[in-house]
């Protein structure tokens, strides 16, 4: 697991005061783009996600994207990302995933000129990126150091409300096939940030599917990712029939959080629904 960046950022919010994101998250890239997970070319229906999310270009201040980037570790892939995510033409910020290899996509993606910013700061919002990566394995974990972090920040900035993103999620989404990969020290940091009563929200991807709930006054969010979309409350592996998407997010300056989940058309990418596994 790496250490923490310190690396920090600052955005300007629109003239309401608010902060308009976008999330893209799991888009598993191949260095080949004719080659599909579960029956989805993934960089193909990742093309189609980001040319859908063009209506909201020029309308928001950065897009997140939380994880699980490449499928196949390639250099190449992270290329794709980052070629396409840029088209967007606004800041984007990015954390890893259990499927993504570190030591490669640090280095292609700061090739690529997309910052390795682990705290973006505006006018009455902080959002802190953390890494919950354990190598090797599908479940995550928050070392010690990257609590640390979480610490220092929340403490950096008490009066502005907080967005912390991650990539596993942290409450169980009732699919027990995907809870056994949850974020395993999800207590710790539901008790971390408890006495933090500016932490509106905690956003996160590797799930594959929307999911809100609100608990001890904190928001936690996944959504769906740019290819196969897992089945909702599903015991055992099952892929779902909904299409690829990502969410759209206002911070207001209040502290409230506006979110609507966009997807691309239903017909456009099919997903073999008998695969057992990937």
């Given at each position: 697991?790496?250490?923490v960046?310190?690396?920090s950022?600052?955005?300007?919010?629109d003239l309401?005061?608010?902060?308009?994101?976008?999330q893209?998250?799991?888009?598993h890239?191949?260095a080949d783009?004719?080659k599909?997970?579960?029956?989805i070319?993934?960089?193909?229906?990742?093309?189609?996600v980001?040319?859908h999310?063009?209506?909201?270009?020029?309308?928001?201040?950065a897009?997140?994207?939380?994880?699980d980037?490449?499928?196949?570790h390639?250099?190449q892939?992270y290329?794709y990302?980052?070629e396409?995510?840029?088209s967007l033409?606004?800041?984007?910020?990015?954390?890893?995933?259990?499927?993504?290899m570190?030591?490669?996509?640090?280095?292609s993606l700061?090739?690529?000129?997309l910052?390795?910013?682990?705290?973006?700061?505006?006018?009455?919002?902080q959002?802190?990126?953390l890494?919950?990566?354990?190598e090797g394995?599908?479940h995550g974990l928050?070392s010690?150091s990257q609590?640390i972090?979480?610490?220092e920040?929340l403490?950096e900035?008490p009066?502005?409300?907080a967005l912390?993103?991650?990539?596993?999620?942290v409450?169980p989404?009732?699919?027990?096939w995907?809870d056994?990969h949850?974020l395993?020290?999800n207590?710790?940091?539901r008790a971390l940030i408890k006495?933090f009563?500016?932490?509106?929200?905690?956003?996160?991807?590797?799930?594959?599917?929307?999911f809100?709930?609100?608990k001890?006054?904190?928001?936690?969010?996944t959504?769906?990712?740019?290819?196969?979309?897992f089945k909702p409350k599903?015991?055992d592996f099952a892929v779902d029939?909904q299409?690829p998407?990502?969410r759209y997010?206002?911070?207001t300056k209040?502290g409230?959080?506006?979110t609507?989940?966009?997807?691309i058309?239903?017909?456009?990418?099919?997903?073999?629904?008998?695969?057992?596994?990937y």
């Amino acid at each position: 697991m790496n250490g923490v960046s310190q690396t920090s950022t600052t955005i300007t919010a629109d003239l309401n005061g608010d902060i308009k994101l976008l999330q893209i998250t799991d888009t598993h890239l191949f260095a080949d783009p004719e080659k599909d997970l579960l029956g989805i070319k993934t960089v193909k229906s990742y093309d189609a996600v980001v040319k859908h999310a063009h209506q909201y270009a020029g309308r928001c201040e950065a897009v997140l994207c939380t994880g699980d980037l490449s499928q196949d570790h390639s250099i190449q892939s992270y290329t794709y990302f980052s070629e396409r995510i840029k088209s967007l033409k606004m800041p984007c910020y990015w954390l890893p995933g259990n499927h993504d290899m570190q030591s490669v996509m640090l280095p292609s993606l700061l090739q690529e000129g997309l910052a390795q910013s682990k705290q973006i700061v505006s006018e009455h919002w902080q959002i802190i990126l953390l890494d919950s990566q354990v190598e090797g394995v599908p479940h995550g974990l928050l070392s010690e150091s990257q609590l640390i972090f979480l610490t220092e920040k929340l403490q950096e900035y008490p009066n502005k409300h907080a967005l912390i993103s991650v990539h596993h999620h942290v409450l169980p989404v009732g699919a027990a096939w995907l809870d056994q990969h949850i974020l395993k020290n999800n207590k710790q940091l539901r008790a971390l940030i408890k006495p933090f009563t500016n932490v509106k929200a905690v956003l996160s991807g590797h799930v594959h599917q929307a999911f809100d709930m609100t608990k001890e006054g904190v928001r936690y969010l996944t959504s769906p990712s740019t290819c196969v979309q897992f089945k909702p409350k599903s015991y055992d592996f099952a892929v779902d029939t909904q299409a690829p998407g990502y969410r759209y997010l206002v911070l207001t300056k209040e502290g409230d959080i506006i979110t609507q989940v966009e997807r691309i058309n239903a017909n456009e990418f099919t997903t073999d629904e008998n695969a057992t596994g990937y």
